[in-house]
């Protein structure tokens, strides 16, 4: 079965800082990964994806993240924080096949993140 | 463009009546999912309908949680006999086809289902 790790619940930051999400899965086969946000009152959005290629994705508003196949991780980083990037962060991944699980994305328990003007 | 709706956005019922919770994905998307968000946690996938047809429901926590989509657009699930633990927000999510290995879900606002 699948499973995702998001290491830190919550995170607060001051403007400008640069900020690193943490992102561990578990999946026995090859994977699609994504973050998701959610800004206060809003639906989850796609933040970035990765699904092949470069493991160096970057995604809308400043952010990427780094594939590590080795350490099954996918970590979210931005070297510069912004008021407005206050919000909840999900990593998510999906397998890749034929099965059943291929359709369905696995979400981790969520990061929200503060930033403090 | 109009995106993935939910209705109702809030549901408050009684312990053992049953509810219904509707999605309308966007339109020309075929593939449709639904999941289950609790508080302080990621959601949690429930079912997945490629089409009219379910493809897939093992997320559903038991047999009192049903979904249909009857003309491969709108779906609704159903939960009969509601529990105080069946309180979470209720996710929907539709994406262009569920037959290749890669295509964004959208997701809907959610319904906030809770039983007292």
């Known amino acids: 079965a699948q499973s995702v790790s998001q290491h830190n619940h919550h995170v607060i930051l001051s403007e400008a800082a640069s900020l690193e999400l943490g992102c561990n899965y578990s999946?026995?086969?090859?994977?699609?990964l994504f973050w998701y946000v959610q800004y206060p009152g809003q639906h989850l959005q796609l933040l970035l994806k990765?699904?092949?290629?470069?493991?160096l994705v970057k995604g809308i508003k400043g952010f990427e993240a780094e594939f590590i196949k080795s350490k099954f991780s996918f970590n979210l980083r931005k070297p510069s924080v912004q008021w407005s990037d206050t919000a909840e962060y999900f990593c998510?991944?999906?397998?890749?096949?034929?099965?059943?699980?291929?359709?369905?994305?696995?979400f981790g328990s969520g990061t929200q993140l503060t930033v403090l003007p | 463009g109009a995106g993935v709706s939910q209705t109702p956005s809030n549901k408050v019922t009684e312990k053992g009546k049953y509810v219904e919770l509707r999605c309308d994905p966007i339109?020309?998307?075929?593939?449709l999912y639904w999941y289950r968000q609790s508080l302080g946690q990621g959601p949690e996938f429930l079912i997945y309908?490629?089409?009219?047809?379910?493809?897939?429901d093992s997320g559903l926590p038991n047999d009192r949680f049903f979904a249909v989509r009857p003309e491969g657009s709108v779906s609704t699930l159903k939960i009969q006999r509601t529990e105080r633990g069946d309180s979470a927000v209720y996710l929907c999510?539709?994406?262009?086809?569920?037959?290749?290995?890669?295509?964004?879900?959208?997701f809907g606002p959610g319904t906030r289902l809770t039983v007292l």
């Open positions: 999510a539709s994406s262009l086809e569920g037959g290749r290995t890669y295509n964004e879900q959208f």
């Open positions: 999946y026995g086969g090859t994977v699609n």
């Open positions: 990765y699904f092949s290629g470069d493991p």
């Open positions: 998510a991944v999906k397998g890749r096949g034929s099965s059943g699980s291929a359709r369905q994305l696995t």
């Open positions: 339109s020309g998307h075929t593939a």
């Open positions: 309908f490629q089409g009219t047809g379910a493809a897939d």
